[in-house]
């Protein structure tokens, strides 16, 4: 497995020249020939009605072109989850009332930007005000204000498109419960009175911002030809496409994503987005292509944060350590729109699931509205919030019996080859070698208690190889050309991961030729063939497998043409730097032109194209009557992944307890990511989710007050700079995942939970307390140590 001559290499990005040098082409940087530019009014109220908009002297301002309402679009509504039992409850701008403070009222569009700020400021909307809610747990309350009553549905579901038999209804709106989760296996009562020792704690995370430096922005073109071209800034063309097409009534196929550079994703661009809507929506009015770009403000305030989630975990365990039984109740305040909750909910256990064996389980999962601005995923969709509850929750059930830390844990992982109650198999599971390994890099046993308000910490973390999710598959092709070169179309995304080298790696290592014979065209959703994207954490795992799946179909066509051109027969030929060489004799030999050209001719004009599919859970799918294999996010049943990455990170910290600041000495990541493709890209992963967990773990927060964001900018909204980055060492473990492109799965989300999970864990054990809240900043720190003293 080690004689690979791409795999399991650090090899350089092939447009990292493009990207160094400035050019790189993104959304931002699109201009088109008579291009309007949009503007977007915003709600300055958390819950209003909207009674009355003038719009007349916003119309006759010199250079505007179109004014459009919520009322003038209507009731379109999407959302990240559209079932049936969940159906779409957000609208692109809001048409009888607004529900949080930044929702979209009227939208300009205008020859430049001036004119359409200035147009903004011509339009009266006349509001009533609504009672508010903002804390989750009051909005549970009887007598709460409502933020929703009922929510209607006036078309098919995305569910009922995609070919789930089930029919839409009505979702009427309780206490503010946008979705809830119950999972359950075992018998969790009769596991705690199995167990020594129960404890409970609650925990609560707030959301965060995605801080991508791109702006926000799209492009729209549309044309009387019915056709729409757009250019956006995302993470899977596919998404976006099938949202724009219902919402506006175009055939799907007449809709182009093209492709742009990305900025910064981390799972905040999955979903449309109202104002990349609304770019096309002013351009199929004007006939003219149409720029909305955000400001940074506007990206802080309206443009979903991480989940804001409050988590209570009771366990109950022997003395000895093993896990008898665990309730985990999750409250997610959802805001004003429900989003991807119900995904969320069910995920909060998912991740979960993969680490610890737990025989009595259950978990409870609410999405609550609120009168704030919706939340979506961040790298790890509840992952992190789980992840530091549980795993904080864990610590303190060791200390109070006396347990060490890491054998408790060790005690607990799940093992190779288990089956977990939805039937996922742990194929592949390097778990504990991580936990190993990370606790003897960091020096744990030589350190740990030894010096006051200095700490060491714990986090583990999972994360799923691909989910089934629209379009529920990946595919490749792979065309030989006369010049003998190959040229890869996959639809998956280059957003700064370098995915379009480690595509090139796989068709490379495949067809044993140099790298620069293999050209990428990726991400175009009209050239591109159907593809999961680059969320779900799919992208190597899922796309990969099916790049790899068309070289190999291109590889056999042609030998097939090499040996009757050759004279020979097939097992006796290999493929050596572009050549198509008979081991016997090497005098026998043609290029990948000549097989290009005589393949050409023999197969009557048929060029040579390799293909490749695969789908991410090949026994899921849906359709109708016995064919619907759907699995159930709020229950909990039915395959879900085919593999799951796996980390863990230890943190050592010093505390400075007259200060509460903290300096993190260093952190170790081992990830159990199967096989590295790109070493150098995997690091860069691993690196990245450190420095992300850093900011999650001590600074970051998106501090909100009556509905409004007060650190919507980059001077107030802190994350980590240079100065606060310390010695950080990634360990890979490869434990060869025999589903994946040369064994390889998931990576790029697990050890941002685990560190910020470690840093957590190392600073409580550095100053003797348990702080329940993130980040832990100075002053909550100050405080612990000032309420410690004090006790």
Known sequence: MNDFRYIKKGIKRTDGGLIVTGRAQYTVDIELPGMLYGKILRSPYPHARIKDIKTGRAEELEGVKTVVTGRDIGYRRFSFIDTPAYPADQTPLAVDKVRFIGEGVVVVAAINEEVASKALNLIDVEYEELPNVFDPEQALQEGAPAVHDVIEPNTTTAWEDFGIPRKTRPYTVANNISNKTLIEYGDVETGFKEADYIREDRFVVPATSHVAMEPHVAVARYELSGKLDVWLSHMGYEHKRFWLAKLLDIPISRVRVHKTYVGGAFGGKISLFPYEFMAAYLSKLTLRPVKITLSRQEAFSVCPPARRMIVTVKTGVKRDGGITAQHVKVIDDVGAY?????????????????????????????????????????????????????????????????????????????????????????????????????VEKIGWKAKYGKKGFRGLGIGTASMFSGAHNFPFASAALVRLNHDGRIILYTGQTEFGIGVDTVMAQIVAEVLNCPLDYVIVNSGDSEVSPHDIGNWLSAGIFTSGEAVRRAALDLETQMFTYAAEGLQTTADTLEMRDGWIVSRADETKRLSFSDISKFGIQRAGGDPLIGKGYVKCVPDVYFWKGEFNKTASLSRGKGRFTEAYGLAAATAEVEVNPETGEVKIIQIVIADDCGTPINVASVEGQIVSQAVMGIGDALFEEMRMKDGIVMNPNLLEYKIPT?????????????????????????????????????????????????????????DRIRQAISETMRK
């Open 338 to 438: 429900r989003s991807s909750s119900p995904t969320a909910m069910y995920l909060a256990h998912v991740f979960r699931n993969p680490i610890y064996n737990i025989p009595n389980v259950r978990h409870e999962a609410f999405g609550v509205y609120t009168s704030k601005l919706p939340t979506i995923a961040k790298r790890g969709h509840s992952l992190q919030q789980m992840s530091f509850a549980v795993e904080s929750h864990l610590d303190m059930i060791c200390e109070d019996l006396g347990l060490d830390k890491v054998e408790m844990r060790l005690k607990n992982f799940r093992k190779k080859g288990d089956v977990l109650p939805n039937g996922d198999t742990l194929r592949s599971y390097a778990l504990p070698e991580c936990l190993k390994q990370a």
């Open 722 to 778: 240079a100065t606060d980055i310390p010695k950080i060492t990634s360990i890979i473990v490869d434990s060869y995942e025999p589903s994946g492109p040369f064994g390889a799965k998931e990576i790029g989300e697990t050890s941002r939970a685990a560190v910020i999970t470690a840093i957590a864990n190392a600073i409580c054990n550095a100053i003797g307390t348990r702080i329940f809240t993130l980040p832990l900043t100075p």
